[in-house]
């Protein structure tokens, strides 16, 4: 079973950054897709940014062009950098390894919290 361990999350102030890193263990050969989704209280969990095994990469409108994501498949680890930090940026972000045949595995979560 795919293992997820997230770490960087914390405390910045409005227009800060963060580098968010989740290291997978326990993967098999194959195509994948790693991403990050944040839940802030009181909404719904949503997609943040997507990247596959191949480097292509997807985002959601609300961070294009501050978030950046990518990942070390040597490392088996993919990484969210987040620039331009907002308030509305607060939640948690939760990491998520899918293989390309469904099965999916998160990580347990880390929180960001962006003061005004």
Do not use: H
Not at 33 to 49: D, H, S, T
Not at 59 to 71: C, L
């Amino acid at each position: 079973q795919v293992q997820l361990v997230e770490s960087g999350g914390g405390l910045v102030q409005a227009g800060g950054s963060l580098r968010l890193s989740c290291a997978a263990s326990r993967i098999e050969f194959g195509i994948n897709v790693m991403g990050w989704y944040r839940q802030a209280p009181g909404k719904q969990r949503e997609l943040v940014a997507t990247i596959t095994s191949s480097y292509y990469t997807n985002y959601a409108d609300s961070v294009k062009g501050r978030f950046t994501i990518s990942r070390d498949n040597a490392k088996n680890t993919v990484y969210l950098q987040m620039n331009s930090l907002k308030p509305e940026d607060t939640a948690v972000y939760y990491c998520k390894f899918r293989y390309i045949e469904g099965l999916e595995y998160w990580g347990q979560g880390t929180q960001v919290t962006v003061s005004s």
